[in-house]
């Protein structure tokens, strides 16, 4: 059985465009079987980057991360409403990622990197100012507690980890592990069983 979390998915390819908007933003965003929520934005990664969004405030040049990306709707979003970031966009799903990056050339995105890689493997320590994620739950809690580990090691001083999880699908055991790694957790929002968790490494 093919997954989403799995590198080549083998469900046959029917591919899906819609437009996913935020304000006055919109992004024209094609998906396809064997990708995560295929032919329309899940309602997590939506509260997620409304969430983000509204407490995101232009600045200084930030270097943002989206793990486990899909075809890019988190990502690219931000990248469309915070041109003076840049996105780094992350994905084991080979499928996925030729979606990702076709929807940034669609969109006219020149500030996003859409790469292969296994949780924050290729990222840097130290090196990034935001990193965002809606989990591979299905994937299993060690995977994903690894990247709630591992973001602490990749972002730099005062850098923050935000999370969309659902209660029943692991928030408190994911909420008890970032509390442990970071010394810090809070909800910035919550919806319909969806918690957004946020961490600063201090």
Known sequence: MSHYYDRNPEVQSDRKT????YKDHKLN????????SKGKIDFG??????????NHTPGPTKKIVDVGCGYGPIGLMLAQVA?????TLLDVNQ??????KSNAVS???????????????????????VILTNPP????KHVVHSILEDAHTKLKQEGELLVVIQKKQGMPSAKKKMQAVFGNVEVLDKSKGYYILKSSKG
């Open 18 to 21: 819609f437009v996913y908007s």
């Open 45 to 54: 990664s939506d509260l997620l980057i409304r969430t983000f969004l509204k």
């Open 29 to 36: 965003l094609t998906t396809d079987a064997g990708v995560f």
């Open 83 to 87: 041109p003076y970031d840049h996105i």
């Open 107 to 129: 969109n006219q995105l020149d500030n996003v990197d859409v790469k292969y890689s296994d949780g924050l493997g290729v990222i840097e320590e130290n090196s990034c100012d």
């Open 95 to 100: 499928r996925a990622l030729e979606l990702a």
């Open 137 to 140: 739950i299905r994937a299993g």
